[in-house]
T-cell receptor, first 117, second 108 residues
Framework: GAGVSQSPSNKVTEKGKDVELRCDPI?????LYWYRQSLGQGLEFLIY????????KSGLPSDRFSAERTGGSVSTLTIQRTQQEDSAVYLC???????????????FGPGTRLTVL | SQELEQSPQSLIVQEGKNLTINCTSS?????LYWYKQKYGEGLIFLMM?????EEKSHEKITAKLDEKKQQSSLHITASQPSHAGIYLC????????FGTGTSLTVIP
């Protein structure tokens, strides 16, 4: 079946521009995560959506970063006034809410490689 | 096909036992990451290995990248229930890939 998809796969932008990154989770998955993978560093948690609950925004690095999840499905990560340090691979993951073996496993999308010039 | 294969797929051990998880790539790795996945908390970064033969430790968890830089192992000594979770390796090979995952259960 279809996995998590992200678009665009690559994005090159100029410093100061705004960018939007899109994530389509696996159908039926209520949990959605955004991460950032910077060169030479571990995966950095950004934000977590669970159903209709208020998202956990504790990982967002600054107020230039925001994310929405419409209708409990598609999510958009927006970075305003991009800076060079925002260059990274942005990964999205989704998971189901069921517990037990395999439940809660995060399935990752292919990522969006963002380059800020 | 998977760029990164992990073994075993799942592991059930008695508390106090040692265990090893392997991550194998068909391509040379220039940076290999290990993560632990806990539901609702996002991935937890454990450690990163870059040099062939490099070994790093964090508490009771040790990871090593082999000299040929195509395989890494994660070793847990004297496992505890708190070690339970899904362990993922990851690497940037043109795009970022995660391994197939290893589910660890530690029985008290």
């Amino acid at each position: 079946g279809a996995g998590v998809s992200q678009s665009p796969s690559n994005k090159v932008t100029e410093k100061g521009k705004d960018v939007e990154l899109r994530c389509d989770p696996i159908s039926g998955h209520t949990a959605l995560y955004w991460y950032r993978q910077s060169l030479g560093q571990g995966l950095e948690f950004l934000i977590y959506f669970q159903g209709n609950s208020a998202p956990d925004k504790s990982g967002l690095p600054s107020d230039r970063f925001s994310a929405e999840r419409t209708g409990g499905s598609v999510s958009t990560l927006t970075i305003q006034r991009t800076q060079q340090e925002d260059s990274a691979v942005y990964l999205c993951a989704s998971s189901s809410t069921t517990g037990g073996t395999g439940g809660g496993t995060q399935y990752f999308g292919p990522g969006t490689r963002l380059t800020v010039l | 096909s998977q760029e990164l294969e992990q073994s075993p797929q799942s592991l059930i051990v008695q508390e106090g036992k040692n265990l090893t998880i392997n991550c194998t790539s068909s391509k040379t790795l220039y940076g290999l990451y290990w993560y632990k996945q806990k539901y609702g908390e996002g991935l937890i970064f454990l450690m990163m290995l870059q040099k062939g033969g490099e070994e790093k430790s964090h508490e009771k968890i040790t990871a090593k990248l082999d000299e040929k830089k195509q395989q890494s192992s994660l070793h847990i000594t004297a496992s505890q229930p708190s070690h339970a979770g899904i362990y993922l390796c990851g690497a940037d090979i043109n795009q970022f890939y995660f391994g197939t995952g290893t589910s660890l259960t530690v029985i008290p």
